[in-house]
């Protein structure tokens, strides 16, 4: 009834009326996904009367409301086949400023038919393959890049900029040819990078170094948007890039990480927001050629030296437990290089452990990300092996037992999921130098036989990557544990008690005859096999 009530008056009404039906139609099926089939034909002719409606000079308040019901029907598949044509597309096109004129962006009344627009466009492409095979043909990725550059440094029109950049990823998506296109004729890596700058504000103070203000206020909500939406297309673009072949390349791959270690220490509006966006931020930087991530770490400034040495200096000779916690707690700080970022990684990837679930998909791009920085860069690894490989000290529970992060991973070596428990083995080991003799010692043989047999190395060695030769400090209270650990379980056990103390005089000499008489019969046995075998 209500596709039956708007297509009379798309057909016959003016413009007013025609605003209202269709205002009114969208307000009641803003929440619809599932569609009535009786109602598919009436459904594909609104469609088409709206497309009609959108070609004549109608007031911009009567596009929009043409366009949100067109992005309503839109969720439809099984109407887009008749409507998608070139033509309905140019139309598309047209209205979001996507055509090949050169207007710019200086009418604020026209946004909302833009943003509308760019929407219903995200619908019928992800929905229609006619609209994806028109798409190539009207060369929609070039153009897309075009009214990005037109709004690139333009504070107020981010919802044009994120619905701009969400057609840039389901086209890069659907397509692998535009992802070439994309990352070479385009140049989508520098302007996507560039649009993620403008979404952070950042400044730089050296070549891959940005000012970061810890007091600042939280990115704004369209602001966050906008930068997982440049995330996502720009993971689509450099999906295939591991390997670097030009200077040129190395260079922007350093930026890009630049940017996004700048993105890794600022927050969004919300705590759901912010893992949101780191979340796209490390799915993004497992396509940065590792030889590219030394940009994560930073030397420290001398700024932040002098803060830091203020800070301990401020706190009284006597309070040993405060200067500690105030060493810990400044600038993360390893061999003169700011850590701020991996540590936000390392806190990243140990709530993604404690969420329990989807670790295939939450928490192994993290810990490969971090596996790989820590066989490349060595002050990431000694960082990070301090962080969650300290020196022991006590051994009397299991590795697997605890609330610490080596506790958390050694229970991962054993998880039911093959890929992430050889991730997370693999992640210590490295940690470990690949040595064998340093992973058992913090795993235990048991949590750690499934990665040693798949390497070939349960007799023992180390893997077949170069490691600095620094050997690891034993602590004095693991030097004392350690002729009583046991090697399986990797903590220490109390000696058992000898079963024979207990026993009474007539109970030892039972117990000897009762083994006499057990080795008498092996032995029996033993003769008779072979009388059996000569007689052969």
């Known amino acids: 009834m209500d596709e039956e009530r708007a297509l009379y008056i798309v057909r016959a009404g003016e413009a007013g009326a025609i605003e209202r039906v269709l205002r009114d139609y969208s307000d009641k099926h803003r929440a619809t996904f599932k569609f009535e089939s009786a109602d598919e034909d009436k459904r594909k002719k609104l469609c088409e009367g709206i497309f009609k409606v959108l070609v004549k000079e109608v007031p911009t308040t009567c596009q929009v409301s043409c366009l949100e019901v067109l992005r309503i029907l839109s969720r439809d598949k099984k109407i887009l086949v008749p409507v998608t044509t070139k033509e309905n597309m140019q ?123 810890h007091n600042g206020p939280p990115l704004s909500p369209q602001e966050t948007d906008c930068a997982i939406e440049a995330l996502k297309a720009l993971f689509n673009v450099t999906v295939d890039s591991w390997k670097v072949h030009k200077e040129s390349d190395s260079h922007q791959f350093r930026v890009m990480a630049a940017v996004l270690r700048h993105c890794l220490l600022i927050v969004g509006p919300t705590e759901d927001k912010t893992e949101e966006l780191h979340s796209n931020a490390v799915n993004l930087l497992s396509n940065v050629p590792v030889s590219c991530l030394d940009v994560l770490i930073c030397p420290l400034t001398h700024e932040e030296t002098a803060q830091e040495a203020a800070t301990l200096d401020e706190l009284p000779s006597d309070k040993t437990t405060e200067k500690d916690t105030a060493l810990k707690n400044s600038t993360m700080v390893y061999n003169g290089m700011n850590m701020e970022a991996i540590h936000v990684l390392l806190n990243f990837m140990e709530k993604r452990i404690d969420k329990g679930s989807s670790y295939r998909e939450g928490l192994t791009p993290v810990l490969s990300l971090l596996t790989e920085c820590s066989r490349a860069h060595r002050n990431i690894r000694k960082f990070l092996k301090d962080q969650v490989l300290p020196p022991l000290r006590d051994v009397t529970n299991r590795p697997e037992v605890g609330s610490t992060v080596r506790n958390k991973l050694v229970r991962l070596m054993t998880h039911v999921d093959l890929g992430v428990k050889q991730i997370a083995a693999e992640f210590l080991f490295v940690l470990c130098k690949e040595r064998v003799d340093s992973l058992l010692k913090y795993t235990g043989y048991g949590n750690a036989a499934g990665l040693l047999a798949a390497r070939g190395l349960l007799a023992g060695g180390r893997g077949d990557n170069w490691y600095s030769e620094d050997e690891d400090t034993d602590t004095e209270e693991y030097k004392n544990a350690k002729p009583n650990i046991n090697l399986i379980t990797g903590h220490l056990e109390e000696p058992m008690p000898n079963p024979i103390d207990e026993m009474t005089e007539e109970q030892k000499e039972y117990e000897a005859m009762k083994l006499v008489n057990m080795l008498d019969k092996l032995s029996r046995r033993a003769d008779v096999k072979d009388l059996h075998q000569d007689g052969g």
């Not at 009207?138 to 690139?152: I, P, V």
């Not at 994120?162 to 070439?180: E, G, K, P």
């Open 91 to 213: 139309i598309l096109l047209r209205l979001a400023k996507l055509h090949e004129s050169d207007d710019s962006l200086e009418k604020v009344s026209e946004f909302p038919v833009i943003v509308e627009s760019l929407k219903c466009l995200c619908n019928i492409v992800f929905n229609s393959q006619m609209a994806q095979q028109l798409s190539l043909e009207l060369n929609l990725a070039a153009k897309l890049c075009n009214l990005l550059r037109k709004c690139k440094d333009r504070k107020f029109i981010n919802d044009i900029k994120c619905f701009d950049l969400r057609l840039l990823f389901v086209l890069s998506l659907l397509h692998t040819d535009i992802r070439s296109q994309l990352r070479y004729e385009l140049q989508g890596l520098p302007l996507l990078t560039q649009i993620l700058e403008s979404a952070f504000s950042i400044k730089w103070t050296d070549e891959y170094e940005s000012a970061i203000d």
